[in-house]
Structures are given as C-alpha cells and as structure tokens.
C-alpha cells in the first residue's frame, strides 16, 4: 500500500528513535492513511486519504 494521500500528499517522514540513554537510531512515521471511498468529477473511485483531510471536508465521501 503506498502511504501518501491522494489530496495533500503526504507521506512518511523520518526521525530518530531516543532511547533513555540519550542514544539515536533512524526511525520513520508512517502518515494516517485510509481507503476511502471519493467522489472525484461525479466518479466514484476508492483512494488513500490520511485522517486530517478527511476531517477537515477537503474530500466528498461516497
């Protein structure tokens, strides 16, 4: 499953893992995704859609 949202794009991003003692290692954090089903142009389509958009009405749900 490809993690980016079809509407903003946004996908994973990376970081460092601190442990207790202070000592990093890479990590990365994966976007909040879902397939969800959209109307786009009177089509319905099913798509990848992360949570923040999906609140904020920047999609039409089917």
């Keep these: 499953m ?3 949202c079809s509407v ?3 996908a994973k991003l990376s ?3 601190v442990s207790h003692s ?3 290692t890479p990590r990365s954090y994966n976007a909040n995704i ?3 089903r959209v109307v786009k142009d009177g089509v319905v389509s099913a ?3 992360c949570t923040r958009c ?4 920047k999609v039409e749900r089917a």
Excluded: F
């Design 2 to 4: 490809s993690r980016v």
């Design 8 to 10: 903003c794009g946004k």
């Design 15 to 17: 970081g460092n893992k």
């Design 22 to 24: 202070n000592r990093k």
């Design 34 to 36: 879902q397939k969800v």
């Design 47 to 49: 798509e990848y859609v």
């Design 54 to 57: 999906l609140k904020s009405n």
